[in-house]
């Protein structure tokens, strides 16, 4: 029986533009009343998901930062280590200056910094792998660097753990590269219709609609599996 649900959010929850879905926040309504904690967990920093599960009823624990950083009920657990991705980050400036944009959630991050999408991954990456044990990822709307040890499953398994839940209890929900570890730890797995064809091989059900109509979707699928 599916107990939590993890989420990602921008794709899956929001649109192209990070708009929040209004199909989105009434489903996750529908997974509370249904007693199934929502648990975000996003490539955003951990400010702007406390803010947004307060704001739309999520219960569950915060993975943020890409699984970098675990809240729940004001204790928090950091996964990686933010000095080699800073490192990486000064190296980027100095090959590249003024064409590397920092996102503005950096000043609040604790392992994850963030950079828009103005420069070619292949300018990014040599860069970085010249730093031990730090990684790139593409979320589709920015670039992270973080600790290779880090990702969304390895944060899940955290906040699981702290709630009391198995892998076979949890549903994971996700759009993008970033999410596929996050699928991986979840027992029920689905992919919005804008995932690529990578991230819909590992889900065991891919929805139909796009964005946060295939939330709603994907939820629907959830709440009859818990009725069946």
């Given at each position: 029986?599916?107990?939590?649900?993890?989420?990602?959010?921008?794709?899956?929850?929001?649109?192209?533009?990070?708009?929040?879905?209004?199909?989105?926040?009434?489903?996750?309504?529908?997974?509370?009343?249904?007693?199934?904690?929502?648990?975000?967990?996003?490539?955003?920093?951990?400010?702007?998901?406390?803010?947004?599960?307060r704001y739309i009823g999520c219960s569950g624990p915060?993975?943020?930062?890409?699984?970098?950083?675990?809240?729940?009920?004001?204790?928090?657990?950091?996964?990686?280590?933010?000095?080699?991705?800073?490192?990486?980050?000064?190296?980027?400036?100095?090959?590249?200056?003024?064409?590397?944009?920092?996102?503005?959630?950096?000043?609040?991050?604790?392992?994850?910094?963030?950079?828009?999408?103005?420069?070619?991954?292949?300018?990014?990456?040599?860069?970085?792998?010249?730093?031990?044990?730090?990684?790139?990822?593409?979320?589709?709307?920015?670039?992270?660097?973080?600790?290779k040890r880090v990702d969304k499953g390895a944060g899940?398994?955290?906040?699981?753990?702290?709630?009391?839940?198995?892998?076979?209890?949890?549903?994971?929900?996700?759009?993008?590269?970033?999410?596929?570890?996050?699928l991986r730890y979840a027992g029920f797995r689905g992919?919005?219709?804008?995932?690529?064809?990578?991230?819909?091989?590992?889900?065991?059900?891919?929805?139909?609609?796009?964005?946060?109509?295939?939330?709603?979707?994907?939820?629907?699928?959830?709440?009859?599996?818990?009725?069946?």
């Amino acid at each position: 029986m599916i107990r939590a649900v993890a989420t990602d959010v921008d794709g899956t929850m929001t649109d192209d533009n990070s708009l929040l879905s209004v199909d989105s926040v009434a489903a996750v309504r529908k997974l509370e009343e249904a007693n199934i904690k929502v648990m975000l967990c996003s490539g955003n920093a951990l400010c702007v998901l406390k803010s947004l599960a307060r704001y739309i009823g999520c219960s569950g624990p915060i993975i943020a930062e890409n699984g970098g950083v675990v809240e729940y009920r004001g204790k928090v657990k950091i996964l990686g280590d933010i000095e080699g991705p800073k490192k990486a980050l000064e190296k980027l400036r100095q090959a590249h200056g003024s064409e590397v944009k920092e996102a503005w959630s950096n000043a609040y991050r604790f392992a994850d910094l963030a950079i828009l999408r103005t420069l070619a991954p292949e300018k990014i990456r040599p860069i970085v792998s010249e730093i031990e044990g730090i990684k790139v990822i593409d979320s589709g709307f920015a670039y992270h660097i973080i600790d290779k040890r880090v990702d969304k499953g390895a944060g899940l398994k955290v906040a699981a753990d702290w709630i009391g839940i198995k892998p076979e209890e949890l549903a994971g929900i996700g759009d993008s590269m970033t999410d596929i570890e996050l699928l991986r730890y979840a027992g029920f797995r689905g992919a919005v219709a804008n995932a690529p064809d990578e991230v819909k091989r590992v889900a065991n059900f891919v929805a139909a609609k796009r964005y946060g109509e295939g939330f709603a979707e994907i939820v629907d699928k959830i709440l009859l599996l818990k009725s069946e």
